[in-house]
């Protein structure tokens, strides 16, 4: 294993990871929630009275962060190995199972760990193993 040290950015990545602590802290401690993306997602499928506004703001601020990163330099180039088929059979296993797993990577990996929950530290244990079986089999077995 090599690094790719023209692509190594460890101060960038901090402070990535300093926002999305920072975020989810924020919105935990204002708003009593956990800044699990699927959950928020789905709330807005099944709004509650006066649940919307919250939910959108923290959506929104998502999608509008590529924007302000691109009004400070430019975007990293995107590289796609794979078809638009097989993108979309994965995003749909990764919702399936959100369902199942109550809860996605940032509820469970980033909010659940730091408030140190059992069946999250499970949750981030199960998504991990199957990350690297999922690499594993795409590019050792199938070749991908």
């Known amino acids: 294993m090599s690094i790719d040290w ?8 901090t402070a990535g990871g300093l926002l999305i602590g920072l975020g989810a802290a924020l919105l935990l ?3 009593g929630r956990i800044a699990g993306i699927s959950g928020i997602t789905g709330g807005l499928l099944r709004p509650a009275r006066g649940d919307i506004g919250w939910r959108l703001a ?4 998502l999608l509008a962060s590529p924007l302000i990163w691109l009004a400070m330099q430019a975007m990293p180039p995107a590289q796609i190995d794979h078809t638009p088929g097989l993108l979309a059979v994965s995003g749909l296993l990764v919702g399936l199972g959100t ?3 109550s809860g996605c990577t940032s509820g469970h990996g980033v ?3 730091a408030r140190a929950s059992k069946r ?3 949750a981030t244990a ?3 193993l199957a990350g690297f ?3 594993f089999v795409m590019r050792h077995i199938i070749g991908g």
């Open 120 to 122: 999250s530290l499970v």
């Open 111 to 113: 909010c659940g760990i």
């Open 6 to 13: 023209l692509h190594f950015t460890p101060l960038a990545s």
């Open 58 to 61: 923290f959506l929104l601020g």
């Open 29 to 31: 401690l204002a708003n």
């Open 133 to 135: 079986a999922t690499v």
């Open 126 to 128: 199960c998504f991990m």
């Open 99 to 101: 369902r199942f797993g």
